[in-house]
C-alpha cells in the first residue's frame, strides 16, 4: 500500500477557509472511519487535530472540520489565522493493522 | 495527562547498533499502544510500527519489517526501536506516539518530542 495522496500545498487569506483532499484507495480506507489528521508546525512534533474522520480532540479550536467521501477524506480550515500556517498530514488505518500516513500539504496564510 | 519522553539526538556510523527510547508517564499508559513514526529530512510521516508494552504483542508496517525492532519495558514504561546495523539512509527523526487502546482507537493522540538520528561515515 503507497502512501495516501495529498496535494503539496494549500494556501488562503487571513480569514478565508481552506480544504485539503486526502485521497487513497478503498483498501486503503476500507469500510473504516478511522481517518486522523495531525499538524505540525516547523521543527515540532505533530499535533492531533481530527480524529476518526470528523471528531475534535478537547481544546482544537471548531475552525478545523473534518469529512470523508467514499475513498477521499478531507480536512477545512475555517477563518484562517496565522498560527493556522503548518503542514497537515492525513491518516488511516490501512487494515491488517497497518498505518498509512499521507505525503504532507504545507498550508501558507497570505 | 500522558507526557512521552524520547531520548537524545544520536550521531552514529554506517554499521554501527541503536536503540533509542521513548519514557511515558501516567496511569493511562498501561492501556496503550506505544507507536514510532519516521520523518526522513524535508520529507512526511511514515508509520514503522507500534508495540503494546503490557504483553508486548509487535506489529510492523511492511516496510520496516526485519529493518528495525521495537521492544518495551513495561515496568518502566518505556518502549525501545533497536537497529543492529545502520545505514545512512536511516537519518531521520524519530517519532514515538501514543495510540489509545481500543478496537476503534486508530489515531495518535500524544507524542513524544522526538530523537534526531544523523548516520555518517
Known amino acids: 500500500q503507497s502512501a495516501l495522496t495529498q496535494p503539496p500545498s494549500a494556501s488562503g487569506s487571513s480569514g478565508q477557509s481552506v480544504t485539503i483532499s486526502c485521497a487513497g484507495t478503498s483498501s486503503d480506507f476500507g469500510d473504516y472511519d478511522f481517518v486522523s489528521w495531525y499538524q505540525q508546525h516547523p521543527g515540532k512534533a505533530p499535533k492531533l487535530i481530527i480524529y476518526?474522520?470528523?471528531k475534535r480532540p478537547s481544546g482544537v479550536p471548531d475552525r478545523f472540520s473534518g469529512s470523508k467521501s467514499g475513498n477521499t477524506a478531507s480536512l477545512t480550515v475555517s477563518g484562517l489565522q496565522a498560527e493556522d500556517e503548518a503542514d497537515y498530514y492525513c491518516c488511516s488505518y490501512g487494515g491488517s493493522t497497518n498505518v498509512l500516513f499521507g505525503g504532507g500539504t504545507r498550508v501558507t496564510v497570505l | 495527562e500522558v507526557q512521552l519522553v524520547q531520548s537524545g539526538p544520536e550521531v552514529k556510523k554506517p554499521g554501527e547498533s541503536l536503540k533509542i527510547s521513548c519514557q511515558g508517564s501516567g496511569s493511562s499508559l498501561r492501556n496503550s499502544w506505544i507507536a514510532w513514526v519516521r520523518q526522513m529530512p524535508g520529507k512526511g510521516l511514515e508509520w514503522m510500527g507500534m508495540?503494546?508494552?503490557?504483553?508486548?504483542?509487535?506489529r510492523y508496517s511492511p516496510s520496516f519489517q526485519g529493518q528495525v525492532t521495537i521492544s518495551a519495558d513495561k515496568s518502566i514504561n518505556t518502549a525501545y526501536l533497536h537497529w543492529s546495523s545502520l545505514r545512512a539512509s536511516d537519518t531521520a527523526i524519530y517519532y514515538c506516539?501514543?495510540?489509545?487502546?481500543?478496537?476503534?482507537?486508530?489515531?495518535?493522540?500524544?507524542w513524544g518530542q522526538g530523537t534526531l538520528l544523523s548516520v555518517s561515515s
Open positions: 508495540i503494546y508494552p503490557a504483553d508486548s504483542d509487535t
Open positions: 476518526e474522520v470528523s
Open positions: 506516539a501514543r495510540r489509545p487502546w481500543g478496537i476503534a482507537e486508530w489515531y495518535f493522540d500524544y
